[in-house]
Structures are given as C-alpha cells and as structure tokens.
C-alpha cells in the first residue's frame, strides 16, 4: 500500500468540506478519468470583495485524491480570488506533509480544479493545456510526456541530457531504459539514431545525477563568467561574487520548489541553508556539492560549503 | 479480530505443514544435491519426491518434465523466449490481451525486438474468439501463450482446445497456469500443452519458487546455462527448501482440490450474492459461468478502487482493486479495459479472492462492511446524487485533460 502520510489518511478518512456547496457562484470541473480521477469545486465568492466564503469539493478518485481535495478546500477558505489562486500543486502537497510521487498529480488536479472553478466565477474560458502520461522516473515524479515534450524542445539526444533538463532519472537510474526507448523513438522522428553513451562504473562521466550547470528549458542567462579572476579580492568582492554565484544557480533549485541562501563566509568556509523542498530531498548532498564546485570555479580558490540546519540557522537570523 | 485475507490470488499463507517440511532443509540437510557424500545424496532424494508430487498434481507423464524453476515469471520467459531460439524461422507470437505482465511485457519487448505479436481480444465477458485463434495460426508462429485462468476474473480459457489446435497446425503452445494449479484438475499427459508455468506461492509454498512444465520431446533451449541441474535445462544450485516445501504443497493442494471446488466456491457465491443485494449499480466482471472457484472481482460504480481497499483496510479486510492508483500506473487494469467495461467501473473493481482458509465468519463480516464503505464513498462522488448516478441532463462531464 502507499506510503502516505498521517495528514493524508486524515483528509481521506474525515474529509473536510465534502458535497457541493449550497448558492455556489463558481464551479469548476476538472478530471482525468483515465487516470482514474474527477473532481468538481464548488465555490461560493462574495462577489464585493472576491472573498471565498465557502468551498466544497465531490471527488472521484483514490485516497490522496480526495485527500487533496479536502486540503485544497481548507485551504483557500477565507482567501480572496487572487490569493488563492497563488496556491501551487507543491502548496497543497506540502499541506498534506507530501505525497507520493505516483501521486503528485492528485494535487495538481485540485490547482486545476481551483482555476477551473474561478474561471467559471469571472465568466472566463479556461484554457486547459496540462497533459500527462505514465510515470518514467518514480524518484523526481517524471512522466512520458514531459521527457518526450523537452526532447523534442531542446532537441536533447542523451539520457544525461534529460536528466540534465527534466531530472528524470537523476536518482536510481532504473528508468534509464525507459529514456533511452523515448530517446530511440525521438531520434528516429528526427531523422537521427540514439547512440548510448559508453558505460563506465566510475570516472569522470557526469551522467546520471542532476547537474546545476544545466541550462534551464527556458533561456537561461548563463553566468557571465569572466575568466581568470583576479588573485585576490576584497572581502566585500568575495562575498557579491559568492552571491552572483548562488544568484544564477538560484533558478534551477526555485523549479524544484528548492532555494539557498547564504549565511556567513568564514575563510574558506561559505556557510548555506537550503530551504524548501531542498530540505530533506535525496539530492540535497549532491546540490550542495554542485554549488561548492561552481564557487570554486568562480572563486579561482578552494571553498568549502557547508550546510547549516534550520535550527542552527534560526540563531543566526530569523526564521524565514 | 484476526484480518480477513481476501487477496490469494496475489499470494497465499505458507500451508504449516509446508513449513514444517521445509524446515530441516535449511539446517540438518544443508547438502548440495549434487554433491556425492551423504549430505547431499538425501537433499538430492527429497528433490525428487517433491518433483513426483508435483507431477502427480499436474497429471504429467513423467517426472523428468517438471523443471524447477524461481518462480511463475522465470518459467514464462524460459518457456516463450525457449520456442523462439529453438525456432530461429518462426517469428511470431499469439498470446491474448488479459495475460499477465510476465507475459505481456516480454511480448512487447520482443515486438520492439523485431518479432510479430498477436493479441487475442476478448469480449464483455473476457471471452476469446476461437474462429479468429484459428485464422491465425500459421507455419511462421513460433508459440502460442494463452493463460488457464485469468488473475483478476478468474474467467477460464479454453487452453486444452486451443493447445489441440496449435499441435494439429504443430506449433508449440504454453500456458500461464499460476492461478489455475491447484484450483483446477488436471491431467496434462492427456492434453497437447507443450510448456505450463505454475508460481508455489499461488498454492501455499513459498515465494521464490516455480515450475515450467515441459512435455518430453519439445524442443528447448535453456534460458540460464552452467550446471547439470534440472538435467541442464535450468542451470542454478536448486532451492531445496523451497522445491521440497513446493512438493508437500502439491500434495496439500490435490488432497483440498475437491474443498476448493465446493466449500471455496459456495463462500465465494455466498459473498458475491450478499454484496450484490446490499449495493446497486454493482456488477460481476468477466465470465461468471465460467471462472476459478475463488475469485469473485465486482465493479462498485461511479467510486474508485484505491479508496475502497483502503477503507476495508481500515476495517481489517485485505483485497485488491484494477484501479489505476493501487497499481501506480495511470490506466486501470488492462483486464478490466480489454473487457471494454466503462471507466467509471472499471477504477472501481475489487477482487475478493479467496482460499482454503476462509471461513463462513469472515464472508459475512465481508458482506457486512462492503456496503457502507461504498455508500460513504459514493456520497463524496459528482457522478452520485441521493441514492443513484446523476441524471444524464445534469451529468458530470469535466474538462479531460
């Protein structure tokens, strides 16, 4: 059975606000019955100030499905239009102390059903461009069509390439042959024939683990590197550098729903906190060292960077 | 109060008589079978008397057929990829749409491979075209995979005409028979099977442990090469344990076969009728008339299976569901699709399975819990309104993704 959290079974065994809600001004309908899921939000707005006074959900779907629904109400009880409308899928995850990967789109069919329903309240038509389809890499929640879409986008030819550009299969590599059939039929489309890279148990082939030097999918100003830095800078020339280096890797991390930011340079010793869902990831010992080699290229020096937890950070500042 | 297990089709409880043969295998007769001094020479003598059971159970000619294998998965790609490397000039395959992924998955990589599968489609009931098997088979099919019984139904095959009429056209013909050894009789030295697989854990031996039934005389080429055992058909130190627990399971299974036939199958009964008279818009998939005398698989309208099973979980019953979200996939079961039975059932079907061990208390405590359950989850469905689906002017149609 799945791994889910205590939040989770709560909403699913005592969901909140289930049933339509009585004089409902917004409605949305969204679903994927396929994939085995339904949801209509109904929504009642005090139309003076676009406040949600009540929300109700009707759910076909799995635990976490409904789960996420009666999280998704709870949550933007209260909020006006606008407000709620910030609510990302990770917001309601997060709410529900996560979820499954094979799950992940339970929330972001209630995000949908959310833009659904105020579209409905604004007279609007919604445009409905989300698409999905079988899971590929179970670690980073990847699925087919998100491979096969930034394949063909960044005309992408290696399976470090996707991993590079999707995360998907950056973790335990076991999806890897499932890339490389995506890859297969994508070169073949383009007129072109995948080639494996060479198999090597160690060296220094960087395939496989997420790489922050990536490009992002959307163009990315790549870090202006000027080259040779000069032997020695000023404390204060360090430090902005440090950050211009955090700055640009900053992006990469924030798609993740990740983010870093630094507390204190010590010598040779740059103290982080990463925050978000950088916080507990599998990754995280793998982020931090790409952030480390970035800095030592930059700097032309070797830094140490050292993580600093939560708490230990709350001393040095507030609590973000 | 003990859970109910209603989920043996997905595995069973070890027999304790299994457990206490298989014992002594693990300490006292640790020898290796093949080995000449009086540590293996005894392994080597329990090894055969668990083969014999288990011909005896498959109602094979001789005992030399029975090939040990790990498992029901390994014996069908022993079984498959053996017909295709023995018969170079034969490149296709006929299996059916309903097979299990051990069968399915490696079909559809040797389809990516070059080789032409055939699926046989099934109807509303799960029921093959017997007309359109016969137009198919031709001098280039190498195999033909067809299962005894079908894991989430429970619907039979007619697999001992089918294997009739592929040895009549000399073509090989196998069958996954992990759901049916045990609860079905057979007699396969009167029948034209070439090759079956058969899973212990199905019938109360131990997981990590199967069979490939091999009729003498068929042409094979082994899947792992190295020593002599199983008569250099699969290479591999045998699981003697395992082989010896699987023998007394055999034995087990023959002795109860006429149980499961009858007390099995009126519990099965009991329970399908109590719950179709508690719940509407409920209804039986596959062949009814025509299925393992175990598996009762019911589709609960306009509700998802995950949900359910998740709530009867709650309550200390055990079961399993074709949903798309038990399986992590994002279609319901390919079964419960092939069958053509709509979506908004098919997420909803539950499989009570059930086995020696289920007792009368335990289908009415079944009986008993079902209807709430869906009653609550219907309650919180937009397909449901007061007591019956939504009318058809007001029905819900969301935007698909």
């Given at each position: 059975m799945w791994d889910y959290s205590e939040k989770v079974k709560e909403h699913f065994y005592n969901p909140k606000n289930a049933g339509a809600v009585a004089e409902a001004n917004a409605i949305g309908d969204v679903g994927s019955l396929s994939c085995g899921d339904a949801l209509r939000l109904t929504l009642k707005v005090?139309?003076?100030?676009?406040?949600?006074l009540d929300a109700g959900f009707q759910t076909f779907g799995c635990g976490s499905a409904i789960a996420s629904s009666s999280a998704l109400t709870e949550m933007i009880k209260g909020l006006t239009v606008d407000e709620a409308l910030k609510i990302s899928n990770q917001d309601i995850a997060d709410f529900l102390d996560g979820l499954p990967p094979e799950k992940m789109h339970c929330s972001v069919m209630g995000r949908e059903a959310l833009q659904a329903a105020v579209a409905n309240y604004r007279g609007e038509e919604l445009e409905d461009d989300h698409e999905e389809g079988a899971l590929i890499c179970k670690c980073f929640a990847i699925d087919e069509v998100m491979v096969r879409e930034t394949i063909r986008a960044n005309n992408l030819s290696s399976v470090e390439d996707v991993t590079n550009y999707t995360?998907?299969?950056?973790?335990?590599?076991?999806c890897h042959e499932g890339i490389e059939r995506v890859l297969t039929e994508e070169l073949a489309a383009r007129g072109e024939v995948f080639v494996a890279a060479p198999t090597k148990a160690k060296g220094k082939s960087k395939s496989g683990l997420v790489n922050l030097n990536a490009p992002a999918p959307a163009p990315a100003a790549p870090a202006p590197a000027e080259a040779a830095p000069a032997p020695k800078m000023t404390n204060l020339q360090r430090i902005r550098r440090i950050e211009m280096v955090l700055e640009s890797i900053r992006p990469t991390l924030q798609r993740d729903h990740g983010d870093v930011e630094l507390l204190e340079v010590d010598g040779k010793n740059v103290y982080v906190k990463l925050t978000g869902a950088c916080?507990?990831?599998?990754m995280a010992s793998m982020t931090l060292s790409g952030i480390q080699q970035r800095l030592i290229e930059e700097l032309g020096e070797f830094v140490k960077v050292i993580p600093v937890s939560a708490a230990a950070a709350a001393h040095a500042q507030l609590e973000v | 109060m003990a859970d109910v297990y209603l989920d043996n089709n997905a595995t069973t409880r070890v027999d304790e008589e299994v457990v206490q043969a298989m014992l002594p295998f693990f300490t006292?007769?640790?020898?290796?079978?093949?080995?000449?001094h009086s540590f293996g020479n005894q392994v080597g003598m329990a090894l055969k008397k668990a083969r014999q059971s288990v011909q005896k159970l498959l109602g094979a000619?001789?005992?030399?057929e029975i090939v040990f294998t790990s498992c029901g998965t390994e014996a069908d790609s022993t079984a498959i990829l053996s017909a295709l490397k023995a018969q170079p000039e034969r490149k296709t395959i006929i299996t059916t749409v309903v097979e299990h992924p051990a069968i399915l998955s490696l079909c559809d990589y040797l389809a990516s491979e070059g080789y032409t599968v055939h699926k046989l489609a099934v109807d509303k009931?799960?029921?093959?075209d017997l007309d359109h098997y016969a137009s198919l088979?031709?001098?280039?099919?190498a195999i033909v995979s067809v299962m005894w019984?079908?894991?989430?139904?429970?619907t039979l095959f007619p697999v001992l005409e089918m294997a009739q009429m592929a040895d009549d056209a000399g073509i090989m013909f196998h069958t996954d028979a992990v759901q049916a050894v045990g609860k079905v009789p057979m007699n396969?030295?009167?029948?034209?099977?070439h090759m079956l697989s058969v899973s212990g854990h199905k019938l109360h031996a131990p997981k990590g442990i199967g069979v490939l039934y091999l009729r003498r005389g068929t042409r094979f080429r082994p899947l792992l090469r190295g020593g002599h055992q199983e008569r250099g058909r699969r290479a591999g130190t045998e699981n003697a344990a395992s082989i010896v627990g699987l023998g007394v399971a055999a034995e087990r299974a023959l002795a109860f076969m006429e149980h499961e036939n009858t007390e099995v199958k009126r519990l099965r009964d009991k329970l399908e009728a109590g719950v179709l008279a508690a719940v509407p818009y409920a209804f039986v998939t596959g062949d009814p008339d025509n299925r393992l005398p175990n598996t009762a698989n019911i589709a609960f309208e306009y509700i998802e299976g995950e949900a359910i099973l998740l709530l009867l979980n709650k309550v200390g019953i055990a079961a399993s569901s074709g949903s798309a979200c038990t399986s992590g996939?994002?279609?319901?079961s390919h079964v419960m699709r092939a069958m053509d039975i709509p979506y908004t059932a098919a997420h909803g079907t539950v499989r009570f399975s059930l086995s020696r061990y289920t007792t009368e208390e335990e289908v009415d405590r079944v009986i008993a819990a079902v209807p709430p359950i869906v009653a609550q989850l219907r309650k919180l469905s937009?397909?449901?309104?007061g007591n019956g689906p939504v009318e058809a002017d007001k029905a819900f149609a969301p935007v698909y993704a």
């Open positions: 005090d139309p003076a100030t676009d406040v949600i995360k998907a299969g950056g973790g335990c590599s076991a916080t507990g990831c599998q | 006292e007769q640790f020898g290796n079978p093949s080995s000449l000619e001789h005992d030399s009931k799960g029921r093959l088979l031709s001098d280039d099919v019984a079908n894991n989430e139904t429970g396969l030295q009167d029948s034209a099977i996939s994002l279609e319901p937009p397909y449901w309104s």
